[in-house]
């Protein structure tokens, strides 16, 4: 069984940075990838960014290129999300996923595992 804890969310104002972290527990860890979705209020769940989990390829969504960047350290079986210059419509829940097969990267119903959400607020 795997389970995943988001970490790091919270309020800031439009320019600053924040670090989510997501830990993964589970006897036998080795996903095919991880990766970042968010979601606001009425909105459809989108893609962030992902990266594989053996070659650290990382996937971007257009909104957040250049800002954001996805890491991960596979010894301590977690993955990172750097966000800097934060927008006001960056303000959702965002959520950590992983999956196991090797399609499907920048979509949501292709994950195996999701976090409990970690709420980020940013204010103007």
């Known amino acids: 069984q795997v389970q995943l804890v988001e970490s790091g969310g919270g309020l800031v104002q439009a320019g600053d940075s924040l670090r989510l972290s997501c830990a993964a527990s589970?006897?036998?860890?080795?996903?095919?990838?991880m990766g970042w979705f968010r979601q606001a209020p009425g909105k459809e769940r989108e893609f962030v960014a992902t990266?594989?989990?053996?070659?650290?390829?990382?996937y971007y969504a257009d909104s957040v290129k250049g800002r954001f960047t996805i890491s991960r350290d596979r010894a301590k079986n977690t993955v990172y999300l750097q966000m800097n210059s934060l927008k006001p419509e960056d303000t959702a829940v965002y959520y950590c996923?992983?999956?196991?097969?090797?399609?499907?990267?920048?979509?949501?119903?292709?994950?195996?595992?999701w976090g409990q959400g970690t709420q980020v607020t940013v204010s103007s």
């Open positions: 589970g006897r036998t860890f080795s996903p095919y990838a």
């Open positions: 990266i594989t989990w053996s070659g650290g390829n990382t």
């Open positions: 996923a992983a999956k196991s097969a090797d399609y499907g990267l920048t979509m949501s119903a292709s994950y195996n595992y």
